[in-house]
């Protein structure tokens, strides 16, 4: 999430109440998650075990629970609780802002785009022309959508993302201020869901297909040309490069990357990085004729135990 103007870290600091490491006028452009850093924004961090991972990060300023000693070029905000103060800075800097029609009045939508009756349309959005956007689909703000888009019934575009920490008192959620963009040419079945990043994008890419009950987690980005079969699960922050395809009930765990022509066969699980080109099933999936052969393997098993027993 990219701030308006460039803040100080002082400011910051006030606005969380924090005591801070580094000059004043520290320049602080943004702040998003340790994944999709850049230079100027803030990063938290909460755990020991990730301490080394943040101060090293392209973050130039890290919201942490513990005074360590402050990387060279760099500014620390030191919190009791980097999580709530991370949540106070989503609040501030990107606030929920109710809407009073069923379509904005900042809302851009071009020429020749259909909506059909009952959608939300929110606030900031922007959708390009010549798209069709059916009967009860809800864009939250700030989505984006190109060209020739095809968004069909039921769908959600920029939910919150499925992000908590576990505290005595209940489950803390993790607010979410970033953003849906779905590139030009792509068509997205009905009853899908697509979180918006915590402070990212989640994009699918130019071109993409996706069918009927698609669940797509914050901050994942789908490549160009991709094909995605119903009832498949993508959790946050995974990466599909382009000319992939996923078949029916496939779920994939967070922080992977499927690489470009990967295919992946139905209802396989995913849980590390694949190799370009080739063809996974199974859960954990491995590749697909490996697969197979061991498959063929164990169906020998009872003649070759009866062999051995007539020995």
Not at 131 to 143: G, L
Not at 245 to 260: A, C, E, P, Y
Request: charged share 20%.
């Amino acid at each position: 999430m990219k701030f308006s103007r460039t803040y100080q870290l002082k400011e910051i600091a006030s606005l969380i109440s924090s005591k801070y490491i580094g000059p004043d006028d520290f320049p602080v452009f943004g702040m998003n998650e340790i994944h999709v850093v850049k230079s100027g924004d803030i990063v938290f961090v909460d755990h020991p075990k990730y301490y080394d991972k943040a101060l090293e990060s392209a973050a130039t300023i890290v919201l942490i629970n513990k005074e360590v000693e402050c990387p060279e070029g760099k500014a620390l905000l030191i919190s009791d609780d980097p999580f709530r103060d991370f949540n106070k800075l989503t609040n501030y800097f990107k606030p929920f802002k109710s809407s009073n029609s069923a379509i904005a009045n900042d809302a851009i939508i071009g020429e020749g785009t259909i909506i059909q009756p009952n959608c939300f349309i929110g606030n900031n959005v922007t959708i390009g022309k010549n798209c069709v956007i059916h009967s009860n689909v809800s864009i939250y703000d700030d989505a984006i959508i190109g060209d020739n888009v095809t968004i069909h019934a039921g769908t959600v575009l920029g939910a919150s993302a499925f992000y908590y920490k576990n505290r005595p008192e209940g489950y803390d959620q993790l607010k979410s201020g970033g953003r849906v963009i779905i590139e030009d040419n792509v068509d997205i079945g009905a009853l899908c869901t697509i979180d918006r990043g915590v402070t990212g994008d989640t994009t699918i890419g130019k071109g993409s297909k996706l069918d009927n009950q698609i669940q797509i987690g914050h901050d994942t980005v789908i490549g160009k040309k991709c094909l995605i079969a119903s009832q498949t699960g993508i959790a946050g922050c995974v990466v599909v490069e382009d000319n992939v395809t996923i078949w029916g009930q496939v779920g994939i765990k967070s922080d992977v990357t499927i690489t470009s022509g990967t295919v992946i066969y139905a209802q396989a699980g995913i849980n590390k990085t694949t190799i370009g080109g080739k063809t996974y099933f199974g859960s954990p999936a491995q590749e697909a004729r490996a697969f197979f052969k061991e498959m063929a393997y164990v169906k020998k098993i009872p003649e070759i135990l009866e062999i051995l027993k007539n020995k």
